[in-house]
């Protein structure tokens, strides 16, 4: 089974496979104008839907960057439109969150049939 990617970046390069996503220091304000608009944000994520798995690279408060591999699990409650998306960290096993309106690249792993 292999993944494919469908990506949304926001003004940037793609980084190389396998290069590291460690937390960049990004205190320059221009970091903020990298990010993808919060509606094209809302929109992928309501094309991901629940329960599957996803990349998303964002600004955090601290102004570092990081990436997570998540997925979103079915809310129990309307979540507030302009509050954290909460998501089940794929890696870990825990949770985070994150604000569309810092979100600096989304990407959809859709899994594709092996030739």
Known sequence: MMHL?????????SRPQGQANSST???DAKAMNNTLPQEQVQQTLN????NKPFQVTFIKKDST????????EEP???????GP??????????????YTNRVVSIEQMVEGVTA
């Not at 094309?47 to 629940?50: A, E, K, P, V």
């Not at 960057?65 to 979103?72: F, G, I, S, V």
């Open 47 to 50: 094309t991901i839907s629940y």
């Open 25 to 27: 220091n990004l205190k």
């Open 65 to 72: 960057e990081r990436t997570l591999t998540a997925m979103m």
């Open 85 to 98: 998306v909460p998501v089940l960290n794929i890696s870990d096993g825990g949770y985070s969150s994150f």
């Open 76 to 82: 129990k409650k309307p979540l507030n439109p302009d």
């Open 5 to 13: 990617r469908v990506s949304v970046l926001a003004g940037r390069e």
